[in-house]
């Protein structure tokens, strides 16, 4: 998603507009836990500050499809991320856009490194939630109290007592 900014740089434009619905491919999906990542609303702009820096302001919403922890159904998870800040720094700190900005920039590898730390670990659909998941000898351990501690452990549980 290339991004002109020659009539930002010259003075010619305060502004340039972003507004863009983007479906990543399986290149960009292929090494995450996403199934699918369509129809992303990148809606934003760039400007200049009062130092003549860029500032890119964006907001990215959207719907990332991933597979259930228990069942590994599709499970649809929202997102909506706020970027903003100055352009060159938020480039910087992504090293595959390590190129100086000139008059155009590809803000794709930003809005995909923002999307990528918004991947939830773990996702649960809601028919899982209600499943009894055990079977002849064994059963799922979640979260919830174990009711069967090992003694020697309950005596080291002890230690971490206040006095």
């Not at 010619?12 to 983007?22: K, Q």
């Amino acid at each position: 998603m290339i991004i002109d900014l020659t009539r930002l740089r010259s003075g010619i434009d305060e502004e340039v507009i972003i507004d863009e619905i983007y479906s990543f491919s399986e290149e960009y999906i292929s090494n995450t836990d996403l199934l699918e990542l369509n129809d992303v609303k990148i809606e934003g702009k760039i400007t200049k500050d009062s130092l003549d820096d860029l500032v890119i302001d964006l907001v990215v919403k959207g719907i990332m499809v991933l597979p259930c922890s228990i069942t590994l159904e599709p499970v649809n998870q929202e997102f909506d991320i706020e970027i903003s800040g100055n352009l060159q720094e938020i480039v910087e700190e992504i090293e595959e856009n390590d190129k100086k900005i000139e008059n155009s920039i590809d803000i794709l590898p930003i809005i995909w490194e923002n999307i990528l730390m918004e991947i939830p670990i773990k996702v649960v659909s809601e028919g899982a939630r209600d499943k009894k998941i055990e079977g002849d000898g064994w059963r799922l351990i979640t979260d919830e109290k174990r009711e069967n501690i090992n003694p020697e452990f309950q005596k080291l549980s002890k230690l971490f007592e206040e006095k």
